[in-house]
């Protein structure tokens, strides 16, 4: 099968592998339909790159058809499913507490991490990705979401990472109606987290270096604001001085405008894999300009919400303010499954409340999707979500 594969800092390229086969009982393949680039994968595309090896298959925002099942899958060839980006068994300890990203059975313990994910390095287990013809699904019982016929792929991708993600940094972030929320950074996971700030009835600002991103967070009802020196103290003043009572770090370890941490970012690259994987071990790598910005404007008492992934372990953190303005801190990868019975009505709504069909700005063969990569990440076209179809129409 064709699919698209890691071969280096910035480097990904279209190849031929072998088609997945089924290897334990509960296994799905799955052809792939549509499949997303996600924010995550530009972090394995510049800075995880000590954690990878050439040759990975990387994507998890897929879905498709079944086409090849296990003896004791519970799914059947023909149906159409969703599959979450978190591997996890169901039946463990976290798993029945909902918390299927820190699942006990797939936990990579080798790199003390969480759940495996699907193509995400060798922090999470080295599982191919979904951005090929085929995906072979493990726990295909537990995780994939069966979808109907009607509606087309783009109403039901999302449901494979950003827009739970966006929903659990919403319900992380505890706002409702007449509740004040700022959403820092506007791509994907953030326009969705925006939007569901806004259908929850809170009042959402936003803010983004980029003026497409901006104006289609506008259009959905979202106050906007471009990164400047004085963008917290103007959204203080639009709430008596206080702050939100949320901020959304919808950006992660990728911020513009953290001048000190670009260098780690830049050596991480640079080294040989060993003294890099030992530089994110150790050291504090992340760009946390969006970070500390949030433990700036939130108001006192109130709450962060993180859905930006950060991976340094020892980034300075404002402990004086994040303990003096008593800020709770929630985060995490999103534990895609537990939202999907309050996300499926909305996606099936015909009103398409979310809307998400309004996102894709791209949707290309997977053939292109090295170019698609390096337009996404440096937001060249007014590109916001790529989508890659590895079916030759
Ligand atoms: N927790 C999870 O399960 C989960 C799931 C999906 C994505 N993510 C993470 O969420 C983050 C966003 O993902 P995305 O797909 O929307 O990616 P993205 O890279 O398109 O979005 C990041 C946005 O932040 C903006 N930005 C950069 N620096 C900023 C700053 N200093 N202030 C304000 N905005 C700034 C960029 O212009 C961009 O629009 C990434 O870190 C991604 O890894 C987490
Ligand atoms: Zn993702
Ligand atoms: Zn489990």
């Known amino acids: 099968m064709r699919a698209l594969t890691w071969q280096g800092k910035r480097n990904v390229s279209v190849e031929t592998v072998p088609d997945p086969t089924i290897l334990e009982a509960d ?31 990387i994507g998890h925002e897929t879905m498709g058809r079944v086409v090849e099942v296990g003896p004791e899958s519970r799914l059947t060839p023909g149906e159409r499913v969703v599959i979450p980006f978190p591997i996890s068994c169901g039946r463990c300890w976290m798993c029945s507490r909902g918390l299927t990203t820190q699942c006990e059975t797939t936990q990579v313990r080798e790199h003390g991490t969480g759940a495996a994910l699907f193509g995400y390095s060798r922090l999470y287990g ?24 009607e509606l087309p792929d783009h109403r039901y991708l999302f449901l494979s990472d950003i827009l739970p993600t966006a929903w659990q940094a919403v319900r992380y972030a505890d706002v409702g109606p007449g509740d004040r929320l700022t959403v820092y950074g506007l791509g994907p996971v953030g326009q969705f987290a925006a939007r569901i700030g806004l259908h929850l009835g809170a009042e959402v600002t936003a803010v983004d270096p980029v003026p497409e991103r901006r104006a289609l967070a ?79 404007l939130v108001r006192r008492g109130g709450t962060i919400s993180l859905s930006g992934v950060y991976g340094g372990q020892a980034d ?71 989508v890659l179809d590895p079916v030759a129409p």
């Open 126 to 149: 080295s599982v191919p990705g979904g951005q090929a013809e085929y995906l072979r699904v493990p726990y295909s019982s537990v995780g994939p979401i069966r979808v109907g016929e």
């Open 316 to 386: 300075p953190m404002p402990m004086l303010s994040l303990f003096d303005k008593q800020i709770q801190l929630r985060m995490g990868q999103c534990n895609v499954t537990s939202w999907t019975e309050e996300l499926l009505p909305l996606v099936e709504d015909p009103a398409d409340p979310l809307g998400t069909e309004d996102l894709v700005t791209h949707r290309v063969p997977l053939e292109q999707a090295p170019e698609a990569y390096d337009m996404f990440q440096k937001k060249l076209d007014g590109c916001i979500k790529v």
């Open 27 to 57: 296994d799905a393949i799955i052809e792939v339909t549509s499949t997303a680039i996600c924010g995550s994968d530009l972090h394995l595309y510049e800075v995880l790159t000590p954690f990878m090896d050439a040759g990975d298959i």
């Open 218 to 296: 506008a259009r959905y009802g979202a106050r906007v604001f471009d990164v400047q020196d004085d963008v917290n103290d103007e959204i203080r003043d639009a709430t008596e001085g206080r702050g939100p009572d949320a901020v959304i770090d919808a950006v992660g370890m990728e911020a513009h405008g953290s001048p000190a941490a670009h260098f780690a970012h830049q050596a991480l690259g640079l080294l040989p894999d060993a003294l890099g994987r030992k530089l994110l071990e150790t050291g504090g790598v992340d760009r946390l300009a969006a970070l500390h910005a949030a433990v700036d």
